[in-house]
């Protein structure tokens, strides 16, 4: 079984560019994540997916990110216009499904290394 | 939201030592995973476990739910095993919270 896909691996961009991630999910999984990882933190949640529908964006900075999953399947992150502490790795994980009964697991990317110069 | 701790934040083994790294919630969660993060940035599942004991080879995992915690077990440690531990749990709100971490060099 495919996992997680994430393109690209790197990127390096000058700050005030835009720059757009890829992913796609494990083939059937309906419940797709963004996430952020700086440096020696750990993951913080971005933007969750439900289908095509967004659940959770709540820690997503909607002034230069934005999300879309069209059609339930692949999804894209944007940051434009870039700052320099949005460095970091950017992490796609799915998971079968959301709900509370559902005790299933999430699955991740290789995610995308982005250098804001 | 839910806050999740990590301890040690940073270990250092002998190869062939064991060890336990815990996780700490401060309310009660829907489910629980542990990765381990290789020196690549790969996350790897190790275990789901929301509650009660699983094992895997040298790896094993507790979670008491009740008491808001679970254990990861590294037994024989290899130089392979090297890298971040990370406790992950998801709340009420269906949000996804990392701990910190736990960082592990295993020394030959």
């Known amino acids: 079984e495919a996992g997680v896909a994430q393109s690209p691996r790197y990127k390096i961009i000058e700050k005030r560019q835009s720059v757009a991630f890829w992913c796609n999910p494990i083939?059937?999984?309906?419940?797709l994540y963004w996430y952020q990882q700086i440096l020696g933190q750990g993951p913080k949640l971005l933007i969750q997916?439900?289908?095509?529908?967004?659940?959770?964006d709540s820690q997503l900075p909607k002034d230069r990110f934005s999300a879309e999953r069209l059609k339930g399947v692949d999804s894209t992150l944007k940051i434009q216009p870039a700052k320099l502490e949005d460095s970091a790795v950017y992490l796609c994980?799915?998971?079968?499904?959301?709900?509370?009964?559902?005790?299933?697991?999430?699955?991740f990317g290789p995610g995308t290394r982005l250098t804001v110069l | 939201g839910i806050q999740v701790e990590q301890s040690p934040p940073d270990l250092i083994l002998q190869e062939g030592a064991n060890s336990t790294l815990r996780c700490n919630f401060s309310?009660?969660?829907?489910?629980l995973q542990w990765f381990h993060q290789n020196p690549w940035g790969q996350l790897i599942n190790l275990f789901y476990?929301?509650?009660g004991t699983k094992q895997n080879g040298r790896l094993s995992a507790t979670t008491v739910a009740t008491e808001r915690y679970s254990l990861l077990y590294i037994s024989s440690s290899q130089t392979t095993d090297s890298g971040v531990y990370f406790c992950?749990?998801?709340?009420?709100?269906?949000?996804?919270?990392f701990g910190a971490g736990t960082r592990l060099f295993v020394k030959a």
């Open positions: 997916f439900q289908n095509n529908g967004v659940v959770d």
């Open positions: 476990i929301p509650s």
């Open positions: 083939s059937g999984h309906a419940t």
């Open positions: 992950a749990v998801v709340g009420g709100g269906f949000k996804t919270i």
């Open positions: 994980a799915s998971r079968l499904t959301r709900g509370p009964n559902s005790y299933n697991e999430q699955f």
């Open positions: 309310d009660s969660v829907n489910n």
